[in-house]
């Protein structure tokens, strides 16, 4: 063999030798590329939708754990709690309730319906995260002209003021029932059992007097909202309707607590509830509404975000849950 054709062969070798230990050395380097340390974080906490021509925003103060179920939903044995926890896939120990608190934006006025436990952790340390749902969301606190309460209790008005009784919507009316705001004011109940939620009401409105209007059952809240009495949880229980256009759309409060336990079993009472008989009557009484005259709503504790139907089955109803739509969909092309 000539030697320029010794180096030929000996160069084309190095060529091949070469080119296999790069491909190697990329396809190793692609393996360790795409490991990554896993991640903490997840998607923003809010979700955004028409109601006719309003837009409402739903955002989260977190998670509510309640613990194990059996002292908390009464009239239901502890194995048959248990039993519907276990067959719908959901925790049979510890029920977790979600803290759905909707912004409404009419064109007019940016409305705020509840709003969380606030600084209260009497609940546990996953509450607390409206004021960081609102950002995620783009909302300013200081923009928001109205809070409308379905009732006092403290995951619902515990989110409006801070540390140092800052009010934290500072240009903002404040809208529930005068049954509500009496009740759960009342200095005299800072003695008994109802304490922690009195203490907690007082921190979160009295910062607020002179900027609360009071509810009345039937009548329009701010244009578009009205209000819907629905006693029995709390005395001042209350529920909202509200219409745009040809849409109807409910924010239904605390008259369910549970996708499954009150709502399939309506009938079964609730811990917290004041008067647990009026609030199972007010319960089928909302459902009967929804259902019939198929309207869409936001339940507060529901699964994030909370949004659906409501359809009677058997001596119950099933809640159908609203698929969340992230990228908006065309209407479909008419023939």
């Known amino acids: 063999m000539s030697n320029e054709l010794k180096s030929l062969t000996h160069s084309r070798r190095s060529v091949l030798i070469g080119g296999l230990a790069v491909a190697t050395s990329a396809a190793t380097a692609g393996v360790a590329h795409a490991r990554m340390p896993m991640s903490t974080t997840n998607v923003p906490y809010f979700y955004r939708f028409p109601i006719g021509k309003f837009q409402a925003t739903i955002v989260s103060d977190g998670p509510l754990a309640l613990g194990e179920p059996s002292a908390t939903f009464k009239g239901i044995t502890k194995d048959e709690v248990q039993k519907a926890l276990s067959e719908n896939f959901l925790a049979p120990d510890n029920v977790i309730l979600e803290q759905n608190v909707m912004v409404l934006n009419t064109g007019a006025k940016l409305v705020l319906f ?80 109802l304490k922690a939620f009195v203490v907690h009401a007082r921190t979160n409105l009295l910062p607020y007097k002179g900027r609360i209007k009071f509810v009345e059952d039937g009548k329009d809240v701010v244009p578009g909202v009205q209000a819907m009495a629905a006693p029995g949880h709390t005395i001042g229980h209350t529920i909202y309707i509200i219409k745009s256009e040809a849409a109807s759309f409910a924010f239904i409060g605390d008259t369910t607590h549970h996708q499954i336990l009150l709502t399939e079993r309506p009938k079964t009472e609730f811990a917290y509830d004041t008067d647990p008989k009026q609030a199972v009557q007010s319960r089928l009484k909302v459902f009967d509404m929804l259902s019939k005259d198929k309207i869409p709503f936001v339940a507060y504790h529901f699964p994030w975000p909370g949004v659906g139907h409501i359809a009677k089955q058997g001596e119950g109803f099933r809640y159908f849950a609203e698929p969340m739509t992230i990228v908006p969909v065309p209407p479909p092309k008419k023939a």
Do not use: C
């Open 114 to 193: 509840d709003s969380g436990m606030g600084i209260s952790k009497a609940f546990g340390n996953t509450t607390g995260r409206l004021m960081r749902s609102l950002t995620q969301a783009g909302i300013d606190p200081a923009r928001i002209d109205d809070v409308i309460f379905t009732h006092a209790h403290i995951d619902h008005i515990g989110g409006i003021v801070g540390k140092g009784g800052k009010r934290l919507f500072p240009n903002a009316t404040l809208h529930l029932t005068k049954a509500d705001y009496d009740f759960w004011t009342d200095e005299s109940k800072l003695s008994g059992d």
